[in-house]
């Protein structure tokens, strides 16, 4: 019998997720080998199958390329096509293009991507997002009610960083304006924490870079991310890729009463969490348990007060709680907020005979737009990578498709 052997390092949510996916992997291949990613670790022989399973950085591309028929990776090479804010919207627009016919025409909301680095280049920026600037120039004239609102993620964020709503261009200008400043105070923490070293003592220079100068880098880097979880502030000069689209009002569900929660009562909004297997080219598998996940706080339209996009410069982050369903902002405990979708009735106020009919139309969507948006980036990246199964039939990848908010 052939022994298999597998390099598994998951290095996000890494205690909680790793376990889970050895777990799988002993149950289905009982006499898996799993390696250890250590530099001690003398290579494999190229003949010997191997799949490696780590973060899409440490992946040797090039070893895969080189044994197609005995390594299996996690990842394809393209897939910053589909994990990428910008790189999706153009990739998803440029498909279109070429087939109008596609399930993805009428399945992404309208946007815009822009690439700014500082605020003063704002408006040069988005001389060609038309629908974006027509829109905002719209909304001068409507009260907060009768307004477009639109939401701005940045291209290379992830975990809810970042994002933010607005309605006016100086609402927009504004939000760039807080983070260019909120830079400014980084760098100048950071200059003062340089200038305290350079007065230290020569004699204790040597001793404390060798006992504490770790720990420093650790302590500074753990003020960064609570900083970043609380405000969710970006430095727009490193992530200067940007991608504004329609906020669309979100179709709600309300709890059921709940005596350990009592407070928990208002409509809330969510969206669903599709998992999706990608193997060979192309073999696409949607999980059919699918989650539901909802925001942290009751849904009340967005609003320039609540929001505080105002140019203020005493004005706390926005509280998008009640916009954001990104579980990994919700600190603490929050009853309901992850819920599994063939559940949903269980939980909350929905008539079950239109449930079975939503469920059985949501079901068919589901997988015709996952489907399409596979087909569509591989549609436009293809040419990048070639079409020989030999160089891209040994990828799989395993990844969560949030597929809006209802």
């Known amino acids: 019998m052939t022994e298999i052997y597998a390099l598994l390092d998951y290095t996000d949510d890494k205690s909680y997720v790793q376990p889970l996916i050895e777990s799988a992997l002993h149950k289905h291949l009982p006499s898996l080998h799993l390696l250890h990613n250590n530099p001690t670790t003398p290579p494999l022989p190229p003949t010997t199958p191997l799949l490696t399973w780590t973060s899409y950085e440490s992946l040797d591309f090039q070893t895969l390329l080189s044994n197609p028929t005995t390594n299996l ?61 027509e829109s905002l120039e719209r909304n001068e004239g409507e009260g907060e009610k009768g307004r477009e609102w639109w939401i701005l993620k940045p291209g290379m964020s992830d975990r809810g960083v970042g994002i933010r ?13 807080g983070w260019e400043e909120e830079s400014e105070e980084e760098e100048e923490e950071e200059e003062e924490e340089e200038n305290d070293d350079d007065d ?54 309300t709890p059921k009463p709940n ?46 007060s609540t929001l505080n996009n105002n140019g203020d410069d005493t004005s706390e982050p926005p509280d998008l709680s009640a916009h954001l369903t990104n579980t990994c902002l919700q600190s603490g405990v929050h009853d309901g907020s992850v819920i599994p979708f063939w559940n949903l009735p269980e939980f909350f106020i929905i008539d079950q005979t239109k449930v079975e009919e939503w469920y059985s139309q949501t079901g068919e969507e589901e997988k015709e737009l ?17 079409e020989k199964e030999e160089e891209d039939g040994r990828m799989v990848k395993v990844l969560d498709v949030d597929v809006g908010g209802f």
């Open 73 to 133: 990776f996690n990842a394809y090479i393209i897939r910053k096509a589909l994990i990428r804010k910008h790189y999706l919207l153009h990739t998803i627009e440029s498909y279109v293009k070429k087939n109008p016919g596609s399930v993805l025409k009428d399945a992404t909301p309208v946007g815009v991507e822009f690439e700014v680095d500082y605020v003063e280049f704002l408006d040069e920026a988005l001389v060609e997002a038309y629908e974006l600037v």
């Open 165 to 177: 709503l607005f309605s006016t261009m100086g609402e927009l200008q504004g939000i760039f304006e």
């Open 200 to 253: 230290d003592d020569e004699d204790e220079d040597e001793d404390k870079a060798t006992r504490s100068d770790g720990e420093g880098e650790e302590d500074i880097k753990t003020s960064t991310d609570d900083k970043e979880k609380k405000s969710t502030g970006i430095i727009t000069s490193s992530l200067r890729h940007f991608v504004a689209q329609i906020y669309i009002p979100p179709f709600l569900l």
């Open 259 to 304: 005596t350990n929660n009592p407070s928990n009562i208002g409509p809330r909004k969510f969206h669903i969490r599709t998992y999706v297997l990608a193997y060979s080219a192309l073999k696409i598998y949607v999980y059919k348990n699918m989650l539901a996940l909802f925001a942290a706080k009751e849904y009340t339209p967005p609003s320039s």
């Open 370 to 386: 996952v489907a399409g948006l596979f087909e569509g980036v591989v549609g436009v990246v293809k040419t990048f990578f070639g």
